[in-house]
Nanobody, 113 residues
Framework: QLQLVESGGGLVQPGGSLRLSCAAS????????IGWFRQAPGKEREGVSC????????YYADSVKGRFTLSRDNAKTTVYLQMNNLKPEDSAVYYC??????WGQGTQVTVSS
């Protein structure tokens, strides 16, 4: 069974940091592109970042560029999203997605003082 499981969400103050993890089971994360999406209440799901399966190149939405970093472990079973200098507008449920069409269950990130 192909699964993605996110973890690492939580409550953080503005300017703080969190690291989200996306662990795969049933496949390795170098077979498909892997992306992070987020959805805030009342808003559409939006793409945040993704990593190419071919060369590991990364893409970031303008809203997070320079603050978020996407990386993949050497075993290629876990992808990390390091989020620094978090802002209240980053609050959302964050979802991991694979190019094979698998979605994780989501992890809540709340940025508030």
């Amino acid at each position: 069974q192909l699964q993605l499981v996110e973890s690492g969400g939580g409550l953080v103050q503005p300017g703080g940091s969190l690291r989200l993890s996306c662990a795969a089971s049933g496949f390795t994360l170098d077979y498909y592109a892997i992306g992070w999406f987020r959805q805030a209440p009342g808003k559409e799901r939006e793409g945040v970042s993704c990593i190419s399966s071919s060369d590991g190149s990364t893409y970031y939405a303008d809203s997070v560029k320079g603050r978020f970093t996407l990386s993949r472990d050497n075993a290629k079973t876990t992808v990390y999203l390091q989020m620094n200098n978090l802002k209240p507008e980053d609050s959302a449920v964050y979802y991991c997605w694979s190019g094979g069409g698998v979605w994780g269950q989501g992890t809540q990130v709340t940025v508030s003082s």
